[in-house]
């Protein structure tokens, strides 16, 4: 529980207040005084406390009828359920933590991989915060240069050193593109990456999916058109998360079921983040290869494997010889699975990196928009009103990371995405 007074909650529930920050053992009391169970009390009065607000945490023995008891009990007391992310909300509003650090909580709960939850706690503990703060400090020291001249023109303020801004601005450019690709990686590792293996029947899409997922996850046959609907498969790979799905056969087909498998292979194919094209080795890339080829979207990036390496015994290996990247594998010996594992993150891109911490979506967005800014602030040198301009609007962008500046919709879209309560 947390509130601005617990007083007459606990008392109810305890019949006294509990030592400050010590565990207690006590009954949990009913309406009549009974006891409902008996457990460990502890209290954080404000602003000592999670959300900087009074804070009660009752343990009790875990059975959902007893615990249902002694929450109709806190409710008869005048508590309410919490919201989602309320806990974490009022510790934001409370100044015990920024928003970036808020999100990471979240993070924290949902990471999928050890690499992922370090790069959370990292963010919890304010590294990326104190990064981003750290930037936006200099940027106030420019702007404070630039803008002397247009606050008071009367003065005799001596003109700013065109050389010292101009390397000044340079320098936020250089640490703004260093936050940004540590916050690209720990966007990759907060959602992964959707990775859709296509084909034609039969070149060993399943097979593959199998061997990268260690388990045997979708069926096998050399019967065309096994693959009837789209499979998912979750892995990591150094701790990155990735999404393997694997698809229906892509050909002309009569079947109707095979026909709806084909249609959400395509509609996969659009969403996706890399596409696989399995090919099989002995045949080469015929015409059917390539008109698969020539109806994958465009812009996505894509890497062609040719499978079944172990039936013309070659070996393993990667070939560029133009703007197609080729892996040669087997997916029956696991040969050259290395090779692939290793061109996923580089396609992805990921390289491992000190000092990852978790980001989202809308910080990736705002260092991008900060970082335009400052490129238009480069063009403006001869105008110093507009150059002023663009710094404002960067550091609002950076402002908005943290929470210093944002809007109140987007602070309940934030929190409504977290576990009930915390």
Not at 149 to 173: K, S, T
Not at 235 to 259: C, F, K, N, W, Y
């Amino acid at each position: 529980m947390s509130g601005q007074s617990l007083d007459p909650v606990v008392r109810g529930v305890l019949g006294k207040i509990p030592v400050p920050r010590c565990a207690t053992y006590s009954s949990f009391l009913d309406a009549q005084g009974q006891a409902i169970d008996r457990g460990i009390a502890l209290f954080f009065p404000a602003p000592h406390s999670y959300t900087g607000e009074d804070v009660v945490e009752l343990q009790g023995h875990g059975g959902p009828a007893v615990l249902q008891l002694l929450l109709q009990r806190c409710l008869e007391l005048g508590a309410r359920l919490a919201q989602p992310g309320e806990f974490t909300r009022r510790a934001f509003l409370n100044d015990k933590l920024d928003l970036a650090q808020a999100e990471s909580v979240a993070d924290l709960i949902d990471a999928t991989t050890a690499q992922a939850a370090r790069s959370a706690m990292r963010s919890l503990q304010g590294e990326f915060s104190r990064a981003i703060r750290s930037l936006v400090e200099k940027m106030i020291a420019l702007r404070m240069l630039v803008e002397a001249m247009l606050d008071f023109p009367e003065e005799e303020i001596p003109m700013p050193d065109v050389v010292q801004r101009d390397a000044q601005l340079g320098a936020l450019h250089e640490e703004l593109e260093q936050i940004l690709r540590l916050a690209q990686q720990g966007c990759l590792l907060r959602e992964g990456a959707h990775i859709v293996l296509a084909g034609k029947p039969n070149v060993g899409k399943s097979s593959l999916l199998n061997c990268l997922s260690g388990e045997e996850v979708a069926l096998v046959s050399e019967t065309p058109g096994t693959t009837r609907d789209v499979i998912r498969q979750a892995i990591q790979i150094a701790g990155v998360p990735l999404h393997i799905m694997d698809t229906a056969g892509l050909r002309a087909s009569q079947d109707v079921v095979e026909q709806m498998g084909i249609a959400r292979a395509r509609s996969t194919l659009q969403k996706a983040d890399l596409i696989l094209i399995l090919l099989d080795t002995t045949d080469g890339i015929g015409p059917e290869d390539r008109k698969i080829l020539d109806e994958l979207p465009p812009d996505t990036p894509r890497l062609l494997i040719h499978n079944k390496i172990d039936l013309l015994d070659q070996p393993a290996r990667i070939e560029q010889p133009g703007k197609e990247c080729h892996l040669y594998l087997s997916a029956k010996t696991g040969a050259g699975l290395e090779l692939l594992r290793d061109k996923l993150l580089a396609l992805m891109g990921w390289h491992q990196e000190a000092g990852v911490f978790m980001a989202r979506e809308r910080h990736i967005r705002a260092l991008l928009a900060a970082q335009e800014h400052l490129q238009r602030a480069a063009g403006e040198s001869a105008r110093a009103e507009f150059f002023a301009e663009e710094l404002r609007l960067a550091q609002e962008q950076l402002n908005s990371i943290t929470g210093e500046f944002t809007a109140d919709d987007l602070l309940g879209e934030i929190f409504s995405r977290f576990c009930i309560g915390k």
